[in-house]
């Protein structure tokens, strides 16, 4: 038998973390004033491309961004009815990031069901990668 208890979310079980949103409900919510932050890595940014507007929080940050008892948290968190949208490669970083961020107490957390490929694919705004992906 394997010991999966160190390893991540499942597909199914990131998203049921917080609530999952299509690209477009996304967009739509972003488009009204929420927070879109995409947690996925430097280099992940790099190779697919960046979304304009997006604030970039580390995974490994997001507690500290967002914590409102912190001199250094985001100036744009400045409530917990803050709306956020969390996007990632795909629901199993966004998911687990949106979770911790339900749990902090924000209000109006969703993340995007099928990540950056999904807001990519539904012809949403992307910055073309800053450099070309290795073969």
Do not use: N, Y
């Not at 991540?8 to 929420?34: C, F, I, Q």
């Not at 879109?36 to 940050?61: H, M, N, Q, Y």
């Not at 998911?95 to 990540?115: I, N, Q, W, Y």
């Not at 490929?117 to 070309?132: D, R």
């Amino acid at each position: 038998m394997t010991d999966t208890s160190q390893a991540g979310p499942t597909l199914e079980e990131a998203g049921a973390l917080a609530p999952l949103v299509t690209a477009a409900e996304a967009a739509r919510r972003v488009d009204a004033g929420a927070l879109l932050v995409d947690v996925r890595s430097a280099a992940g940014r790099a190779g697919a491309g960046e979304i304009p507007g997006a604030t970039v929080v580390d995974k490994s940050a997001v507690a500290s961004a967002f914590d409102l008892a912190s001199d250094t948290h985001l100036p744009a968190v400045t409530s917990l009815d803050l709306p956020i949208v969390v996007i990632c490669g795909s629901v199993l970083g966004s998911g687990p990031s949106a979770a911790a961020l339900l749990a902090m107490g924000f209000r109006d957390v969703v993340h995007v069901e099928g990540g950056f490929p999904a807001w990519q694919a539904a012809g949403l705004p992307v910055l073309e990668p800053a450099a070309t992906p290795q073969d």
